[in-house]
């Protein structure tokens, strides 16, 4: 039985991993993470103590709606009424999961989580001289491998802007598959772990296919695929790093004012960009910019394609406060495989165009196909995994 389960649980995992990674055409992120958190026993036992836990993980997103993991963690599992002898059974559990993103894209993602596996269980008691003993029933020790199905979920926060730092807060609800771990063998209901947590997840980057260094520049419209580009706002959309951008201010400042003193302007404006690199299918794109310029700005707009597309569109781009503009690519144009886009500027004086791309040189937007489906398919997950959790813990157990 139990090994049927964990059978059933691993191979659609390996088969997923397999269809997600030849379909989706690249490697995905691979994250590493710790938890800790408070954990109590609900079981046939009438005043369950919390008590501390501890989780490592590992995570493979292969695509942004779905994470592939595996977790291993220790806590104890205590009772406040047991008296005469202190009651503690340790856990140790091992399983895999599939996490569900609701909001891959943004800052604060909720997501769903469900999957299962094993756990070791020791069961134990401290006498009245302080000496801790496994507990010992018909001769044998309590102790041994069982199952578990979870499911939970969460809050997933980016800490930082390269997005590979987040922070996650939410609950997991375990079903054992046995009724052993609170060492009362009475009830109709196996027992069950709840816990709530916080911990932090690490994502390394991985090469993709066509992007050999992992900077969102294909490697086609890539200056140099074997550096990453620095993410400072000044012409990262072609791969190369570059000085900048202040020293680049100052260049144009400096020339501004010799030229200023002849009446002309020779200097183009500076857009400094921080290119958009996935947006999801249908939705629309804001991007924005900040224009330097010494002289009145006459026009920013954003030229935008659907890859494959032979025709650029154009649309101008508002500003609400000095150098920043705005615009929008429609999402109507949103659609796989991804967009192309560029930011161009010009001055009162025509010296020259600024920009963040070039129709030749392109900043890339990757379209993540079919996000309401991937919604649906969470929003199913959690009816089902966290109705049937709030259903066997309010229900009230026969003896």
Known sequence: MKNAILIAIAIPWLLLTVQTGYAGGEKGSLGVGLRVGLTQLEADIPKPQLSPLFYGHVKFNPIDFLSLGCEFGYATLKDKERTTEKFQTSIMPFEADLTFNFLPLSKVNPYVQIGGGGVYWNATTVDKSGVRKTIQKDGKLQEGVDSFVKTGG????????????????????????????????????????????????????????????????????????????????????????????????????????????????????????????????????????????????????????????????????????????????????????????????????????????????????????????????????????WGSAAYLIMRKQKE
Request: net charge negative.
């Open 154 to 385: 969460g809050l997933e926060f980016v800490l930082n802007r390269d997005r590979n730092l987040t922070l996650s807060v939410g609950g997991t609800f375990r079903y054992s598959l046995s009724d052993a771990l609170d060492q009362i063998y009475s009830g109709d209901e196996n027992d069950q772990v709840i816990d709530f947590y916080g911990g932090l997840t690490y994502y390394f980057k991985t090469s993709t296919r066509g992007d050999r260094d992992s900077d969102g520049v294909p490697d086609e419209l890539d200056l140099d695929n074997m550096r990453i580009e620095d993410p400072d706002g000044y012409c990262d959309h072609d791969g190369k790093p570059e000085p900048g951008p202040d020293e680049r201010f100052s260049e144009v400042m400096d020339a501004s004012a010799d030229t200023a003193n002849q009446g002309t302007d020779t200097n183009p404006p500076i857009v400094i960009h921080n290119p958009v690199r996935k947006a999801e299918e249908g939705a629309d794109v804001t991007i924005d910019v900040e224009v330097w310029e010494d002289r009145e700005i006459r026009i920013v707009s954003i030229l935008y394609r659907t890859l494959g597309d032979e025709n650029w569109r154009v649309r101008s781009m508002r500003t609400f406060s000095g150098r920043k503009y705005t615009g929008v690519i429609p999402g109507s144009y949103v659609k796989p495989p991804g967009v192309e886009y560029c930011c161009v500027a010009v001055d009162e004086a025509v010296s020259g165009v600024g920009y963040s791309g070039l129709p030749k040189r392109p900043n890339i937007i990757k379209v993540i196909p079919n996000p309401k489906q991937w919604r649906v398919m969470a929003a199913t997950a959690a009816v089902l995994g």
